[in-house]
Structures are given as C-alpha cells and as structure tokens.
C-alpha cells in the first residue's frame, strides 16, 4: 500500500539556516504531493503542493519539487525564522480509498534565535 | 476559504460519560475526517465519511462512532470516555479528487479523568 517517510526529529536550526526535510514516498499509481505544517496547539495547515512529476509547490519561502524518479518531495527553506518553529508533515492523495491522505509520522522543527 | 469548525478547542470529560465532538465544513465538501493525534503516534485515521449517513472505519475505530446526518456536519462520539482516549482530535473535510489535500479544524484537545 502506499507510504510516506519521513526524516525523523527533532530538527534544530538558527535563525537564518537552510531548512531541509526529507521526504519520500511508496505508492502505485501517480500521487498528489502536499507538505501540512501544524504550529502549537493548532490543527494543520495546507503550506504547498503538487500534482505532476517536476512540479515545484512553493509558499510563505518553502519550496519542495515532486521527484518521480526518486520518489521523493523534499521540503526546502533558504533560510529560516524562529516562526517557523512547528511540526511538518508530508502527505500524498493516490486516490484510492475515497482520495484518502496518507500521511508521514511529522518532523518538529525548531529554530533557535 | 474553506473553514472547519470544531466546536470546542478545549474539553474535560469524566470517565464512563458519552462525549459528542462537533464538527461543521461550510463549503460542500463530499468527505470528512476524524483523527487522534499523540505524541510519537503521528495522526490515525479514527474514521471517515464520503457523504451523508455513510461512514467508514479508519484505522483506530474501536470506542468510537460517529454521525452524518447532513453534508456539512460530522460528529464523533465516544460512547463510554476512558483515560486512554485523552488526546487531540482533529477534523477535516476534501472535495473528492486526487489533487485535492484536506482542509482541517484547529483540533480539540480532550482530557478524560
């Protein structure tokens, strides 16, 4: 069935470091890719996606490009602020069962002033 | 923008009472979620429903069911609370399509006692 892994944490950056987090994925058919982003206490939030093999899903200075060859969708930030402190999920929608997100386990983030 | 409403962010219950947990989408998605969320657990899926009265089992059912009576409204409900179901739970709603992610609630945080 399909799968998602991610890199596990806790990740630990300063303010103003590159951010990358790992994530790569099993699945049979041609997945949507999405990366979600829950900050403390809150429920998740949509932060970018992509639908086709090549596509770059961008928002709010992350970046994540959606690899077929490397089954991968790895998220990328130039450079962060302590506000992007948060937990960080990797999903993808096959749509098999009803277009059912398959979820990765979460990375925390945190970053240092 | 697509808003779901969990009708409490907080909620202390006793052990053996029957909590209700509401949740409200206002724009006509088709599918909606119940999730648990713990600590090194990462997200389980507790069930879903893919459109008025049907419902489906996630991973985690046990001790739970839940209610769709109309298209914007799901309802978990634990029938006989128990310490181990103290947790965050989140809903979500989609529209049914591969390139579409979930739009969440902000979660309900639940202490049984």
């Known amino acids: 069935g399909d799968s998602v892994t991610q890199m596990e944490g806790p990740v630990t950056l300063s303010e103003e470091a590159f951010l990358t987090i790992n994530c790569t994925y099993t699945a049979t058919g041609y997945p949507s890719l999405f990366w979600y982003v829950q900050y403390p206490g809150e429920g998740l939030q949509l932060l970018l996606k992509?639908?086709?093999?090549?596509d770059k899903g961008s928002n709010k200075g992350f970046e994540a490009t959606y690899r077929k060859e490397t089954t991968s969708f790895h998220l990328e930030k130039g450079s962060v602020q302590v506000s992007d402190s948060a937990v960080y999920f990797c999903a993808l929608n096959e749509g098999g069962s009803n277009y059912k997100l398959t979820f990765g386990k979460g990375t925390l983030l945190t970053v240092n002033p | 923008d697509v808003k779901v409403t969990q009708s409490s962010r907080y909620l202390v219950k006793r052990t053996g009472e029957k909590v209700f947990l509401e949740c409200v989408q206002d724009m006509d998605h088709e599918n909606m979620f119940w999730y648990r969320q713990d600590p090194g657990l990462g997200l389980r899926l507790i069930y879903f429903s893919y459109d008025v009265k049907m419902k489906e089992k996630g991973d985690i059912p046990e001790g739970y069911s839940v209610s769709r009576e109309k298209k914007e409204r799901f309802s978990l409900i634990l029938e006989s609370a128990s310490t181990n179901q103290t947790s965050m739970y989140l809903c979500?709603?989609?529209?049914?399509?591969?390139?579409?992610?979930?739009?969440f609630g902000s979660g309900t945080r639940l202490t049984v006692v």
């Open positions: 979500a709603s989609s529209l049914v399509g591969v390139h579409y992610g979930y739009t």
């Open positions: 992509a639908t086709k093999a090549d």
